[in-house]
């Protein structure tokens, strides 16, 4: 079985400032691991996508996430927030167990103030 | 490139009516996916579709109904519409299981 848990239903930051959205993951085999975002009344895209190349993923628009096994996490990150980075991240899982289907965590909104 | 194309976008329906939800994708994705999205729960997989004439149940597929249709189409049917499928519904479809998602722009769907 998989499952993933975003921690954190909201994060709050100021512009300019460091972004950090936290998944934690389990699978008893490798995972495949995903990061999308939706904006308003938009679908979901992938910003980024781990399997089992480089730990270290760097995505869209400045995203970056590192796979760390022994934490079982795939934490997103940004150096700096923009304003125009508000919007829900959603993190996902998929592994041959779950005949490659991913499960979706429960999203984390993003706010950014200025 | 349109990618995923779901129509309609917003529709309102009335308990035990009875509804199709289109989807069409012109990258000739293999795999196609219907999914619900209700706040605080993520996306949920209704059902799916890994290739041309096999569908399969997902986490709550429960009155719903498939059909893919072609390559290209995979629609999703509600045939005695309830409260509780009020939900932005949204398909998907991707190359192969190690690739991400496409979405739609999904749709909203009320139920009175």
């Known amino acids: 079985a998989q499952s993933v848990t975003q921690l954190g239903s909201h994060v709050s930051v100021s512009e300019g400032a460091l972004v950090l959205l936290r998944c934690n993951y389990s699978?008893?085999?490798?995972?495949?691991l995903f990061w999308y975002v939706q904006y308003p009344n938009q679908g979901l895209q992938l910003l980024l996508k781990y399997t089992s190349a480089a730990t270290l993923v760097k995505g869209i628009n400045g995203f970056e996430a590192e796979f760390k096994k022994s934490e079982t996490s795939f934490h997103l990150t940004k150096p700096s927030a923009h304003m125009s980075d508000a919007a829900e991240y959603f993190c996902?899982?998929?592994?041959?167990?779950?005949?490659?289907?991913?499960?979706f965590g429960r999203g984390t909104s993003l706010i950014v103030h200025p | 490139n349109a990618g995923v194309t779901q129509t309609p976008k917003f529709q309102v329906l009335k308990t035990g009516q009875s509804m199709t939800l289109q989807c069409a994708q012109d990258m000739n994705h293999n795999s196609m996916y219907w999914y619900r999205q209700d706040p605080g729960m993520g996306l949920r997989l209704i059902y799916y579709s890994a290739s041309e004439g096999t569908t399969d149940k997902g986490e709550v597929p429960n009155g719903y109904n498939v059909s893919r249709l072609n390559k290209r189409e995979f629609s999703l049917r509600l045939e005695s519409a309830a409260p509780s499928q009020t939900s932005v519904y949204f398909c998907?479809?991707?190359?192969?299981?190690?690739?991400?998602?496409?979405f739609g722009s999904g749709t909203r769907l009320t139920v009175v």
């Open positions: 699978s008893s085999v490798p995972p495949y």
């Open positions: 996902a899982v998929s592994a041959q167990g779950g005949s490659y289907i991913p499960t």
């Open positions: 998907a479809s991707r190359e192969g299981q190690f690739y991400g998602y496409t």
